[in-house]
């Protein structure tokens, strides 16, 4: 059987490039600031731009809770980071949520309808 081989001679793919591929002549690579940056400026060095970067906290480590010690993450206990609290109107829990958000507890009848899918409630 050839089925195949004659379906495939005659597919043309639906999109359509115009004009011969050709790569632009010159190309600027020079680095430029994202269109979406807030500055529309970019960092003077790599170094000036480490002193201010933050990545789950300041890179630079001079504040008072410094988790990298002796140039190793976890060279400090946990607790040294400070307490750490919620803010006003943020929970880290849904059980900490008020009632009338929290997880409702199914009752045994609605356990039965899903674990019969349904046919239980027809029966």
């Given at each position: 059987?050839?089925?195949?081989?004659?379906?495939?001679?005659?597919?043309?793919?639906?999109?359509?490039?115009?004009?011969?591929?050709?790569?632009?002549?010159?190309v600027d690579h020079?680095?430029?600031a994202h269109p979406?940056?807030?500055?529309?400026?970019?960092?003077?060095?790599?170094?000036?731009?480490?002193?201010?970067?933050?990545?789950?906290?300041?890179?630079?480590?001079?504040?008072?809770?410094?988790?990298?010690?002796?140039?190793?993450?976890?060279?400090?206990?946990?607790?040294?980071?400070?307490?750490?609290?919620?803010?006003?109107?943020?929970?880290?829990?849904?059980?900490?949520?008020?009632?009338?958000?929290?997880?409702?507890?199914?009752?045994?009848?609605?356990?039965?309808?899903?674990?019969?899918?349904?046919?239980?409630?027809?029966?």
């Amino acid at each position: 059987m050839q089925a195949t081989k004659l379906l495939l001679q005659g597919r043309q793919p639906m999109i359509r490039f115009l004009g011969k591929r050709t790569t632009p002549a010159k190309v600027d690579h020079t680095p430029h600031a994202h269109p979406a940056s807030p500055t529309h400026s970019l960092p003077e060095s790599f170094a000036s731009y480490r002193q201010k970067a933050q990545q789950h906290g300041p890179l630079n480590q001079t504040n008072q809770y410094s988790s990298v010690v002796g140039g190793h993450i976890g060279g400090a206990p946990g607790a040294s980071l400070g307490p750490i609290e919620a803010g006003k109107g943020l929970f880290f829990d849904r059980s900490e949520l008020p009632a009338r958000f929290q997880r409702l507890v199914w009752t045994q009848a609605e356990i039965d309808a899903v674990e019969s899918g349904g046919a239980s409630l027809h029966a």
